[in-house]
């Protein structure tokens, strides 16, 4: 029994007849109480944060919801959700795309501001990583020239920088990176609402890995919207390019 007891062991919460738990906090306590994203914290760190650091949480959550159906998860979940399946499997068909390509930069970033604090050098960092990828994670949008979730999200982390709330280290990091990376250029690379949403994160002390998490985890809402509205539209098997245009054909 207690080998059985003890295989998935775990802090995060108890169950057991009449009690649910969320580390440690009677699940009757938080509801009507607690917000959901001081909830989220809580699952992740243990504790509630204070009412600013839910606050620039909740900011970063928000401004990674949705992109439109150009992005890969959401026309993935879009087109399961005319194949018959249920919106679960929907949802489930549109997370799993978000992979080092598409859903990954959040994680990166944090890992290049890491990087840039640990070297002492922005110079060093670029460099170190341009060797190894073609592109900087969290700098420059393929449809945006200035990401209009960019400035928002970094007005909070100044003001947050500015009443003591957050360190503001990867904040200067992230402007010591931007700044390399456009030296000598006539048309900028500015950060991105991925580098801005991991100035978030890092500056909260969400390791890097939590920052695609917590991506997966927003962008979920927008995936579970467009899920359920193409689902509503009553169309069937919907191809990622409307039937009339075939594709080019490569071979002889």
Known sequence: MTD????WATGVS???????????????????????????????????????????LEAALVSSVDHGPHAPS?????????????????????????????GGAGQQCVELLDDVLSRGSAVAAVTAWRTRNRYLPGFGHRFHTRD????????????AVAD???????????????????????????MNIDGATAVVYAE????????????????????L?????????GRRNKGPIPPSILPVHLGS
């Open 74 to 102: 959401i026309a993935v979940a879009r087109m399961a959700a005319t194949c018959g399946v249920g919106l679960n499997n929907a949802i489930a068909s549109g997370v799993n795309v978000l992979g080092d390509s598409h």
């Open 14 to 56: 108890r169950i057991a007849p009449d009690v649910i738990e969320l580390r440690g906090r009677p699940v009757q306590d938080l509801i009507g109480r607690v917000g959901f994203t001081d909830v989220i914290w809580l699952m992740l760190r243990g504790e509630l944060p204070d009412p600013r650091r839910s606050a620039l």
């Open 4 to 7: 059985a007891a003890g295989w």
């Open 148 to 159: 209009p979730r960019r400035d928002p999200l970094l007005a909070l982390v100044d003001a």
């Open 164 to 190: 003591g709330v957050v360190p503001g280290r990867h904040l200067e990091a992230a402007r010591q990176v931007e700044e390399v990376l456009n030296r000598g250029r006539t048309s900028p690379i500015p």
């Open 204 to 223: 909260l002390g969400f390791p890097a890995p939590l920052a695609r998490g917590l991506f997966v985890l927003s962008r979920s809402v927008g995936i």
């Open 225 to 233: 919207a467009h899920a359920w509205e193409e689902s509503q539209q």
